[in-house]
């Protein structure tokens, strides 16, 4: 493997990366509120080419729902908040308890869970869960991300192209 590929990214567009050492278990995330727009649900039908009719027409709870995986975004933006990691994802482990409808105000909460070291790598664990207006459980999720594919001894230096940091729309 080349020295380019053996090296761990050190900053990018928003800034500094955030380094394992950085990370703290246990961290509050804080609150992102998401409002789920008729083209949100659209576009996410697209990106996945599922059109269930109840994704656009009707369903069994009254009215048109969005797909399930639309949920995977808005806790990233939120992790993405307070941390700019650049990673691998590793692991999605998701629950949705109600469906979520085209023009819902959803509250989403989170906190760090965990980090460890693997094989010389990285990772790292958070929780997140959404809530409806009236405070009912919607979704909750538990993500584990490799924090790079490179060992944790390569050196971190220069400039990254892309980042964990994303627009907070679908």
């Given at each position: 493997?080349s020295e380019?590929?053996?090296?761990?990214?050190?900053?990018?567009?928003?800034?500094?990366?955030t380094?394992y050492?950085?990370?703290?278990v246990g961290?509050?995330?804080?609150?992102?509120?998401?409002?789920?727009?008729?083209n949100?649900?659209e576009?996410q039908?697209?990106?996945?080419e599922d059109?269930?009719p109840?994704f656009?027409?009707?369903s069994?709870?009254?009215g048109?729902?969005?797909?399930?995986?639309?949920?995977?975004?808005?806790p990233?933006w939120?992790?993405?908040?307070?941390?700019n990691?650049?990673?691998?994802?590793y692991?999605?482990d998701?629950?949705?308890l109600?469906?979520?409808r085209?023009?819902e105000?959803?509250?989403?909460?989170?906190?760090?869970l965990?980090?460890?070291?693997?094989?010389d790598?990285?990772?790292?664990?958070?929780?997140?869960?959404?809530r409806?207006?009236?405070?009912e459980?919607?979704?909750?999720t538990?993500?584990?991300h490799?924090?790079?594919?490179?060992e944790r001894?390569?050196?971190?230096?220069g400039?990254?192209q892309?980042?964990?940091?994303?627009q907070?729309?679908?």
């Amino acid at each position: 493997m080349s020295e380019e590929a053996r090296t761990r990214v050190e900053f990018d567009e928003h800034g500094k990366r955030t380094t394992y050492d950085e990370i703290e278990v246990g961290k509050d995330l804080g609150s992102l509120e998401w409002v789920v727009g008729g083209n949100d649900i659209e576009k996410q039908c697209a990106i996945d080419e599922d059109f269930h009719p109840w994704f656009a027409l009707d369903s069994e709870w009254n009215g048109v729902i969005a797909p399930p995986q639309i949920q995977y975004r808005p806790p990233r933006w939120l992790l993405s908040r307070t941390y700019n990691i650049r990673g691998v994802f590793y692991r999605w482990d998701f629950e949705n308890l109600k469906p979520i409808r085209p023009g819902e105000k959803i509250t989403i909460t989170g906190r760090i869970l965990d980090k460890w070291i693997d094989r010389d790598r990285e990772f790292m664990s958070y929780e997140a869960e959404g809530r409806d207006a009236g405070g009912e459980l919607v979704f909750r999720t538990t993500r584990v991300h490799a924090l790079d594919v490179v060992e944790r001894t390569a050196p971190r230096k220069g400039a990254g192209q892309d980042s964990g940091i994303k627009q907070e729309k679908i």
